[in-house]
């Protein structure tokens, strides 16, 4: 976590506002994540949260507005600017290489090599790579024995997604954003990737959690943002969120009106 404290601001996005031609994806927005903390984002389709993570992780640039890290202003011109400050992101389709076991992937791109006279020839340390990997796995409170020397195509969607969250945590030093960790999971599978996630706060990271289930949500969230229609909507402690409270927020709605029947999100 660096020098960073427990609830300090890590990010900070001020007067955010992105278009795509004539549509307003994000409206003068501002947004915080602080070291160990859970923020939820959560909105209806088209609400403007992959906009707004894509905007935090370098993807896009805003048109207006401006990012802090650590309290100084940055321009996140690419996602590698983003990552270089301790800023990791996993997406739903997860980027992890098919043929590749875990430790590979977990290094992928930042491999360790062998040093002395064998430096000029820049051979990966495999053994180097395996053993930070299984200690950063037991860190996490993650048993994969036997699956780590298997491809990542031969897990199961919840071995794949925990391999996911702990390659980004393990470089992820301030900001952790997770796209819907928990899209197409089981029960069981689910409930592991949110004690992943708490996991990681507890060790000083801030968590972004985009999720459109709102049992998850509320179980592991300090905090939760709703946008609607590219605007921030509302900004509540946990204790101060009820399901009602989030589904009349996301759609815009009384839930105690007499016209509202039912609604399941």
């Not at 048993?143 to 969607?157: E, Q």
């Amino acid at each position: 976590m660096g020098s960073q404290r427990i609830g300090e601001v890590v990010l900070e996005a001020t007067g955010v506002s992105v278009r795509f031609g004539a549509v307003q994806a994000l409206l003068d927005l501002d947004f915080q994540v602080r070291a160990g903390e859970v923020v939820a984002l959560v909105g209806d389709n088209g609400a403007g949260k992959s906009t707004l993570i894509k905007v935090l992780s370098g993807v896009l640039q805003p048109d207006e507005g401006m990012l802090q890290h650590r309290g100084k202003h940055v321009t996140l011109s690419d996602p590698s600017e983003a990552r270089a400050r301790g800023i990791e992101t996993i997406y739903q389709d997860l980027a992890l290489i098919g043929s590749l076991d875990i430790a590979s992937n977990l290094f992928l791109g930042r491999e360790r090599r062998l040093g002395g006279l064998l430096a000029p020839l820049r051979i990966a340390d495999d053994q180097s790579m395996a053993q930070r990997t299984q200690e950063h796995l037991a860190d996490l409170g993650l048993h994969l024995p036997n699956v780590l020397r298997l491809p990542a195509r031969s897990m199961s969607g919840g071995q794949r997604q925990a391999v996911a969250i702990a390659r980004a945590s393990a470089w992820a030093s301030d900001v952790l954003i997770m796209d819907e960790p928990t899209a197409a999971l089981g029960v069981a599978q689910s409930n592991a990737v949110l004690r992943l996630v708490k996991r990681i706060a507890e060790r000083g990271v801030g968590v972004v959690l985009i999720s459109h289930t709102m049992p998850h949500v509320m179980a592991v969230a300090d905090r939760v943002v709703v946008l609607r229609r590219g605007a921030k909507v509302a900004d509540l402690a946990r204790p101060d969120v009820t399901p009602d409270l989030l589904v009349s927020l996301i759609v815009g709605f009384d839930p105690d009106s007499p016209d509202v029947q039912e609604l399941v999100i």
